[in-house]
């Protein structure tokens, strides 16, 4: 017999979290998860999941009935977007502007899609005449955008200009929201998505392993139509259907404490108010903008595409990144991240999320960020 | 704006559960459960992610260095071993003695390979001639089978005439061990297997949501060495080589509360001791299995084959297996399943797995069951 290791009992750090995710859980929630199971396929479990479906339906503002927890985390609900959407031989617009547009394209070809791509630089938004120039040059079949992009901290402005023009050309579109849904305003049916995925550890501060995914009826169809079938048998929607759907039969075992928990996030989205909340976010993150500039810092994207529940910092010259986050998280035990791709090295990233956006919060960043720039010299 | 729904505070059924899984959930497990989250790529978590790769190792008594828990239910873990061991145009052999060897030969297609037939009737196990004659008709590449089949309560003995078969033809040995982990003796090294895949919610008594998997070095040698991408991202070993291995950059967001709970329950594991909870099992399924024949019933699997953690209980002549079932649930709020596939209507499933085999769990199902009996006029 192999031997056992000796491990100590279970003490995880108590951090403060205020990187890109996960946010700080709500003390309902981390409540929840130590409720005893239920069987998955158990009654009170089946009512438990219709109430997780009306609520994500208002949290994502729509009323598709296609809208159920993917049993993954947030990329486990993006793959489950792209291999029952794509079909092989589809062609996929993706986006180049941040870390999010290039899994996209992974997730799509993966599915058997040709990718094509709108341009964009790290850390702007797309143009929507870029986006339709794209469309005139590709003719695509399904279309992905990021709402909210978490590497870079910009927000894509006027959803509704970009879904015309997929719609014009009869396209599908998919939107990564994992940054938006329940932090800043997103409107599914309003702004004509078809499909949009999200993550439990962002805004709603839920743990992550359950992930919110809408469809239209009208990307469901093209599901159901499929010639071929989704290559991956755990995120086949036809076959969740089986059991989110009408019929109630077994497909695979939910997680079902991750189900308890985002059930309890949503009604606290329900109980605060979706406004009330994107209002919250809003403010605490104008607070945190306001101090960094007091500061003497910056935001790295243009107000009118600042996305206030991921904010990304410019690191003034001759600033060590590396020593600065070290700084804050050994002496205030504080999470905040560094930049990814493009922008690593050129910023940081404040994540400004769900329970997480609160004054207390705000307050401990902007203290601990002045003391370690303090401590390389650097004078607000 | 669409307004919320009227939901009620959750309180989910307190269900004494003996069914397939899951399984009670010890106190403990239940406890970290409510911990703070730290970051999916803090120090301090990388940390518990070696400890659980430990606990997985032992548990699995295997050496392997890819063993780890894929951030899904134990289907995800399946699909884990299938997408990726698989390569289109590899032949792959699958039993028919139960519901997950058909789920194995639709994982098989999905990720492009063949799919053969090793014949035996649902409830029986796989003889090792019927694997020795289907290698020399099919000369498969890959070789699944299931060790404990929750579909059917029926054990398969002697793992190594299998693996013995595979290895001299080549083949790569594919375990399902969903319902044997930490329940039943299982070697995977001394037994040859190259990849096994198991759910947290059964004898490891955890929430399901973070699910074990291990590759042999030569396993993930052919995971390494494929010409054609793995057709899920979200489960391509070659990324997730970078989180789990020494890089640990970031792949996906990992469901860090359901780590928590697994490294929980598998040092639970760790403090009985791997053998001594074998025997528990054996003993408290004893215990079931003596009682059920006091009752008069019988188990639909012979002794030599016999599955210790799920007891298929045939059901007598003229009883109503439905209103059984819901009888139990309902006077005696005890969960226990029905049958599935060719034994659906033939057999009900009783559970005897981690924390849930103890005896009072045992001497309720056997009273409820005996209750539930006589109200259809069954006499003893």
């Known amino acids: 017999m192999l031997t056992p290791p000796d491990t100590d009992p279970l003490t995880p750090e ?96 993966r599915a058997g899609g040709e990718v094509a791509y709108v341009e964009a630089p790290w850390g702007e938004p797309l143009d929507p005449d870029a986006v339709a120039d794209a469309f005139h040059q590709h003719d695509p079949d399904v279309f992905g955008f990021v709402h909210a992009e978490t590497s870079t901290g910009a927000l894509q402005p006027n959803v509704p200009a970009l879904t015309d023009i997929a719609h014009d050309n009869d396209a599908y579109v998919i939107a990564d929201t994992v940054t938006s849904l329940g932090g800043v305003e997103l409107r599914v049916d309003e702004w004509g998505i078809d499909v949009a995925y999200s993550g439990a550890q962002k805004c709603l501060s839920c743990p992550p392993g359950a992930s919110p995914l809408t469809l239209s009826d009208r990307a469901m169809e093209k599901v159901l139509d499929r010639d071929s079938e989704v ?75 600042w996305l206030p529940s991921l904010n990304a910092v410019r690191i003034p010259e001759g600033i060590d990144e590396s020593a600065l986050l070290r700084d804050m998280k050994e002496e205030h035990n504080l999470e905040v991240a560094s930049g990814l791709g493009d922008l690593d090295g050129e910023i940081i990233r404040i994540g400004c999320m769900g329970y997480s956006a609160r004054t207390s919060n705000v307050e401990l960043v902007l203290h601990a960020l002045e003391d370690a720039l303090r401590k390389q010299g650097y004078e607000p």
């Open 14 to 109: 108590d951090r403060t979290l205020m990187g890109p995710g996960p946010s700080e859980v709500h003390p309902r929630v981390l409540r929840v998860m130590s409720a005893p199971l239920v069987g998955h396929l158990d009654d009170s479990f089946i009512e438990i999941m219709d109430e997780v479906q009306e609520l994500l339906r208002y949290t994502f503002q729509t009323e598709n009935r296609w809208t159920i927890p993917v049993s993954g985390t947030g990329s486990a609900a993006m793959e489950a977007a792209f291999a029952n959407v794509v079909e092989p031989g589809d062609t996929v617009l993706v986006p180049t502007n941040g870390y999010f547009g290039g899994r996209m394209a992974s997730m799509a070809e």
């Open 231 to 305: 290559r991956s048998w755990y995120l086949d929607l036809s076959l969740l259907e089986g059991y989110w759907g009408d019929e109630r039969s077994y497909h695979h075992t939910a997680p079902i404490t991750n189900v308890y928990a985002l059930r309890e996030a949503l009604q606290l989205v329900a109980e605060e108010g979706l406004e009330a909340r994107w209002e919250r976010h809003r403010e605490m993150a104008t607070h945190l903008k306001e101090g960094l500039e007091t500061l003497g810092l910056e935001l790295n994207p243009e107000d009118e595409y």
